[in-house]
């Protein structure tokens, strides 16, 4: 089985994607962290995030067994993929990966913003998750500031209202649910109301 999990920056879909990959036997990957990886060695090498060329570069040299690095979480990481993310080049550099974890036998869940649309499109199950932009910036405050200290909440939103409308707004592969996801909103929903809710659509669709 392979499901796509889509939605925009901090709407659950990290932890829902563990927590259903343990539920179901399946091999997790959260697609979010390439485009982090990328991000973190343009800025490590000095470069611009939006340079397309040194993106790309940086794109096909990935190290895949760095996705695990902390410093993928930070805040300054996470804006920079947002904006790597935008060049195409990026976006077919990693796409060969990703459907070779969709292809691994037992079956896959991907987390990311064009799983369902892209990479995946005959997924067996696709779940769009959102929450509203005040809910996701609560919850990354609240991780951020285990891992960074950086930001108030006033410039969490800010960042999650800049990284919706640039997801949603490029021209390739932007943030949108599949014609054919199932949405899940998780605003007024804990992790495990919405792990349950997850798990509910899942086995409703694949029987
Ligand atoms: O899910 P995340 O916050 O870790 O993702 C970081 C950035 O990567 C996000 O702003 C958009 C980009 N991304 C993407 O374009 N496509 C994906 N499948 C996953 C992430």
């Not at 990311?112 to 995946?120: A, F, H, K, M």
């Amino acid at each position: 089985m392979i499901i796509a999990l889509d939605g925009p920056a901090a709407s659950g879909k990290g932890t829902l994607g563990r927590r259903l990959a343990e539920e179901y036997g399946l091999v997790h990957l959260d697609t979010g962290a390439l485009y982090r990886a990328v991000a973190r060695d343009v800025l490590a090498a000095g470069n611009d995030p939006a340079d397309s060329a040194a993106a790309a570069r940086a794109a096909r040299n990935l190290d895949r067994e760095t996705l695990d690095d902390p410093v993928l979480r930070t805040a300054e990481t996470g804006a920079a993929a947002s904006v790597v993310s935008t060049h195409p080049d990026v976006r077919q550099a990693l796409l060969n990966y990703q459907r070779a974890i969709a292809a691994t036998p037992g079956g896959a869940i991907l987390d990311g913003r064009d799983i369902g649309t892209v990479v995946c499109p005959d997924a067996d199950v696709k779940l769009f998750v959102t929450a509203s932009p005040e809910e996701r910036a609560r919850r990354r405050h609240a991780e951020l500031a285990e891992a960074d200290n950086g930001q108030n909440f006033d410039e969490v939103l800010a960042d999650v209202r800049d990284r919706d409308e640039r997801d949603r707004n490029r021209s390739q592969s932007p943030l949108k649910p599949a014609d054919d996801a199932h949405l899940l909103d998780t605003t007024y929903l804990g992790i495990e109301a919405a792990f349950k809710a997850a798990v509910e659509l899942i086995d409703a669709v694949s029987g």
